[in-house]
């Protein structure tokens, strides 16, 4: 089992960052793929953006593109999503998830992902 931890989340205004970051608790997300999801009240869990195993592929929601940032810091072990520029509508709860990285695995499809965090709310005022 792999225990992920999402952290960064919070209130900000339209047009404000945030940083999450997401950590497996005890061990390493080397080898993992690793995405970002998010659900909105009411709405389905979506893709936001992810890396491979091997960092050599990196994949963005269209809503993401532009704005939105995934990097892995294999010193801290973490993954991490920049997300600048935020809209009212980038409010959800986003979640951290991850796999066994294989090829092939496409880095965009949800019920792909074997561990999943617990989430962190992301709420943009407008």
């Known amino acids: 089992q792999v225990q992920l931890v999402e952290s960064g989340g919070g209130l900000v205004q339209a047009g404000d960052s945030l940083r999450l970051s997401c950590a497996a608790a005890?061990?390493?997300?080397?080898?993992?793929?690793v995405g970002w999801f998010r659900q909105a009240p009411g709405k389905d869990r979506k893709f936001v953006a992810a890396?491979?195993?091997?960092?050599?592929?990196?994949d963005y929601a269209d809503s993401a593109l532009g704005r939105f940032t995934i990097s892995r810091d294999n010193a801290k072990n973490t993954v991490s999503l920049q997300m600048n520029s935020l809209k009212p509508e980038d409010t959800a709860v986003y979640y951290c998830?991850?796999?066994?990285?294989?090829?092939?695995?496409?880095?965009?499809?949800?019920?792909?992902?074997?561990?999943w965090g617990q989430g962190t709310q992301v709420t943009v005022s407008s």
């Open positions: 998830a991850a796999n066994v990285g294989v090829p092939g695995r496409t880095l965009a499809l949800r019920l792909g992902y074997d561990f």
């Open positions: 005890g061990r390493t997300l080397s080898g993992y793929n």
């Open positions: 890396i491979s195993w091997t960092d050599r592929h990196i």
